[in-house]
């Protein structure tokens, strides 16, 4: 056994320095040989740091930002914490492993994100009790609006509970609003997982020991986002467009809030005005009333309903308030099946039509009944080094109809009608998205497929790129319903060609001819070349829709392999399984 050294209360470092140092020295000496014993000397060597590994599966940041949470938390409590990606260990290494805290988001219909889907199949496959000396906790990340809610936390948990592992703590099943649930199922487990633990054995021989790493805490933040100045508004098709997609830019100027090509920024949206006016006048409110805000202060129910609370899809509980039937999934108690009335408004005024008699929720009644407003995340389509003192998203504003009644997304439209360049300030935030960037040396060529807002995280590649003098090749694939009306930034792409960043620009127009063309065809029909720049090292990016095209995109990067390189299904599945973890292969879809 070796001991690892803490830094002194005494040392002149602040907990969080103290913490994370303490991770450092946990990091190092799980990987020191004993002889480097002497290295404990400077500091008093005073306790044993229990191992702990926290394992997380995330699409896009959020996942992995909690487990470099949980790992500073832990170093406070003596546990020589290290944070690994789900795409870095297999079931051998899990099963040397003694404690383990997995952090796992859930993507498509209920599927595992990307960095996660190895590590899920092996421990599906697996049997026998090959993690009998492992102790776990799984804290699962989702999203009640989907019907798989926390799918793939649900599964892990289920997984390693078979394969002999002990269960510290139950499985924790996190809402877009995860900050209570997830600090406190944190603080039990830690507290678990303390009583009676090994103490830190040295690892030498282990390679994986990541130690968290020392971004500081960001000044703004989710829960307290920059107020940003919109500076610009602009619809990017052309009259005649079935869509609209907005250009928006935000002042960051003095703000200190840094971001990188491919990280998202989260937008705080304000609900539609004339939606909070419906639902006061089902409630036969004036919105002068009085009702709590989430923080607990007392605030204008017209207020409450405008900033912060979700008018979208109706809980659980106000369906069952309102006596409206719901068939409830087996997963969550806040699921329901999509027969359920749309929007909170169209709950109240069922009830009021169905049961003329029941009485609808009070004012605080019905603040309680909802969930909290979230905000939005939008790739962001600039870049720092290009586009100084400002942010870029390009947002396509989400309208349909739906039970004869015009409906409209929230916070897109938030940007697209209401804001006003100029005037309006938005609550901001970066969402750092580390698993998407461009590669690091600007010699390695990208491949980019970003069809309709897929375009937003490439126009900050290629602005990176040319900021930076970087000389590799760059291809886009770009598509959307027409040329004259829906392609997006057009003239910019035309001056990056022209100027010899973008390398080649490929284009499907679904609607400019009898048959649909769709990106996938474009990338079939160069599947040679696409392949030989894969064969010289390209990094292969997707950003988008993520029910068909990200699918429909893999297929066809399986079959560029199998066509252009001669190989089998099996060996172009294994091909693609190398790019992956290779970080190769990303995706930013949604
Ligand atoms: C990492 C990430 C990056 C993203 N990047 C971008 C980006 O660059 N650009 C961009 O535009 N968006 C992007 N999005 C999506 C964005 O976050 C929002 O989800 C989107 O703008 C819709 O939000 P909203 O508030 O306008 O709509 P909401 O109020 O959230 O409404 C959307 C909901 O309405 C319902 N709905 C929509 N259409 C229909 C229909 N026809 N019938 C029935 N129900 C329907 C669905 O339940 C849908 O979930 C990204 C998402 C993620 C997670
Ligand atoms: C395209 C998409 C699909 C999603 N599918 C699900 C789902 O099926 N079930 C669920 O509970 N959450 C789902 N979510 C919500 C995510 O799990 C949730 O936002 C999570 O906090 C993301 O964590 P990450 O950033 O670490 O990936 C989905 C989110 C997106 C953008």
Redesign the pocket.
Known sequence: MSTVPLIPDTAPFSAEQRAWLNGFLAGVFSRAPAANSDLRSPISASAALTPLTIL?G???????GLAKKAAKEAGKRSFAATVLDMAQTDLAKLAAEKNVLVIV???????P?DSAKSLHTALASASGTALSSLRFSVCA????N??????CGTDFDHFLGKLGATRVTPRTDCD?D?EEKFNSWLNTTLTALGTGSAPAESKIENQKSKIPDSDPEPTYSKKNPYPALLLTSRNLNAPGSGKQVHHIEFDLANSGLAYEAGDALGVIPHNCPEHVAEVLAALGCDGEEAVPAPDGSTVPLRRALTEFYDLGKPTAELLARCAIPTTVSANSASTTTPASPHHVVDVLLQSKSENPHSKIPTPTELVWLLKRLQPRLYSISSSPHAHTGQVHLTVGAVRYEKDGRPRKGVCSTFLADRAQPGNTRIGVFVHSNKAFRPPASGDTPMIMVGPGTGIAPFRAFLAHRRATGAKGKNWLFFGDQRASTDFLYREELAALMHDGVLTKLDTAFSRDQAEKIYVQQRMLEAAAELYAWLEQGAHFYVCGD?SRMAKDVDLALHQVIERAGGKTPEQAAAYVQQLKAAKRYARD??
């Not at 990340?141 to 009640?144: E, F, I, K, R, S």
């Open positions: 997380f995330s699409q896009t940041g959020t996942a992995e988001s859930t993507y498509g219909d209920g599927e994100p990340l989702g999203d009640t989907y019907t798989q809610f926390c799918k877009l995860y993520a879809v949604y």
